[in-house]
C-alpha cells in the first residue's frame, strides 16, 4: 500500500488525472493484496451505508476470494493434482457467473473465468505440472539457466548441447523417476498462514469470537450470491443489483 500510494501521489502530481492511472502489481504486491484483501474491502465500508452498497461489498468479496483461490491454484508448477484442476474450473467459473450477474463482464473476466482453467488442464494433462510452468516468470528463469549453460559449452554445436542438456535434466531423468524430490517449492502462498492455523475466517477476515466465519462469510447476502451463482440466474431482490 505504501508503493501505490507513492504512485498514485506522483501520479497526481504530475498528471492532474486519475482516470488514466496505472499500476503493475508485482508478484509481491499480489500476493499481499490477495492476503489481506478483506480488510480493503472492509474499510470502504461505511455507518450510512444503503442495502445496496452493503450487497455491493458482499459482492467485491466474494468475487476477491474467487480470485484469490483461482490465483493459489494456476501459480502452481508441481504438486498438482487433477482435483485441484477441477477446483480451478469451479472457482473460475464462479468468477465469471458473479461477474455476470453482479457486475460488467470484461475480456479479463472471461479470461480469468474460462482460459485459464482450460490451458491448466491442458498443461496438466500433457506434463502433469501446473500452468505456471508456462509463466513469463518461468521463461525468464529459463533464458537465466540457458545463460549459465552457454558459458560452460563450446562455440562449436553450442545450442545442441544446450538443449541435450535441458532434455536429459527436464525429461529424461524425470521419467526415470530421478530428481523429482530436488523440486524446490516455494514457501509463498497465496492464503495467509492465519488462514491455515484457523485463527481467521477462510477469508482472511477476522473471526468473531468463538465463532467459525466472519461477519462477511456468515451474512445472508453471501448466502445470496452463493445460491445466485450456482443456480446462473439472480435471486435476489434486483434493487439490491448494480446491473
Not at 46 to 60: M, P
Not at 62 to 72: C, D, G
Request: proline fraction near 2%; include cysteine.
Amino acid at each position: 500500500m505504501g508503493r501505490l500510494a507513492k504512485k498514485v501521489i506522483w501520479w497526481f502530481n504530475e498528471n492532474k488525472d486519475l482516470a488514466r492511472f496505472q499500476y503493475r502489481f508485482t508478484g509481491q504486491d499480489s500476493r499481499l493484496f490477495l492476503q489481506n484483501f478483506m480488510c480493503i474491502i472492509d474499510s470502504i465500508k461505511q455507518a450510512h451505508d444503503s442495502e445496496k452498497q452493503t450487497f455491493s461489498l458482499h459482492v467485491f468479496a466474494y468475487m476477491s476470494l474467487q480470485l484469490r483461490q483461482i490465483v493459489s491454484l494456476f501459480c502452481r508448477v508441481v504438486n498438482v493434482s487433477q482435483e485441484n484442476i477441477a477446483e480451478l474450473k469451479q472457482h473460475g467459473t464462479n468468477f465469471f457467473r458473479c461477474h455476470s450477474l453482479f457486475s460488467t463482464v470484461t475480456p479479463t473476466t472471461w479470461t480469468v473465468g474460462h482460459v485459464i482453467p482450460a490451458h491448466a488442464s491442458d498443461v496438466f494433462q500433457k506434463y502433469n505440472l501446473g500452468l505456471n510452468a508456462v509463466s513469463m516468470e518461468g521463461r525468464e528463469a529459463k533464458h537465466m539457466a540457458i545463460r549459465r549453460y552457454s558459458q560452460n559449452t563450446n562455440l562449436h554445436a553450442r545450442w545442441m548441447q544446450i538443449f541435450q542438456h535441458e532434455f536429459v535434466h527436464l525429461i529424461w531423468l524425470r521419467e526415470r523417476g530421478y530428481g523429482g524430490e530436488d523440486i524446490s517449492r516455494s514457501k509463498q502462498t497465496y492464503i495467509p498462514p492465519r488462514v491455515t492455523n484457523e485463527q481467521a475466517c477462510f477469508c482472511g477476515f477476522d473471526k468473531g469470537h468463538e465463532e467459525e466465519k466472519c461477519c462477511y462469510c456468515s451474512h445472508n447476502y453471501r448466502a445470496q450470491i452463493e445460491k445466485s451463482v450456482q443456480l446462473g440466474k439472480i435471486t435476489v431482490d434486483k434493487n439490491l443489483c448494480s446491473v
